[in-house]
Nanobody
Framework: QVQVVESGGGLVQVGGSLRLSCVVS????????MDWYYQAPGKQRELVAGITSTGRTSYADSMKGRFTISRDNAKNTVYLQMNSLKAEDTAVYYC???????WGQGTQVTVSS
């Protein structure tokens, strides 16, 4: 059974930082590309960043230079380091296993001004 579990969300002030973690079990994690998505209230879910099985990364334009996606295959974990947070980054953040299309339950990030 595949499980995708995010953690690390919370309340932070504008300009602050958070690191999200996503632990995946039930698959051979090292072979799968992973994504982070976010969904703000009343809006569609959007891609934040992705990382391939070989570590190549990509980012949404609005996150470039502020967010960093990384992975630790020994820990079956993908991370999202979020710096210089803005109020508009407030959303539920989801971890996604590409190709298999598995999702986590999401973790809430709230950035207060």
């Amino acid at each position: 059974q595949v499980q995708v579990v995010e953690s690390g969300g919370g309340l932070v002030q504008v300009g602050g930082s958070l690191r999200l973690s996503c632990v995946v079990s039930g698959i051979d994690f090292r072979y799968y590309a992973m994504d982070w998505y976010y969904q703000a209230p009343g809006k569609q879910r959007e891609l934040v960043a992705g990382i391939t099985s070989t570590g190549r990364t990509s980012y949404a334009d609005s996150m470039k230079g502020r967010f960093t996606i990384s992975r630790d295959n020994a820990k079956n974990t993908v991370y999202l380091q979020m710096n210089s947070l803005k109020a508009e980054d407030t959303a539920v953040y989801y971890c996604h296993v590409q190709r298999l299309d598995y999702w986590g339950q999401g973790t809430q990030v709230t950035v207060s001004s």
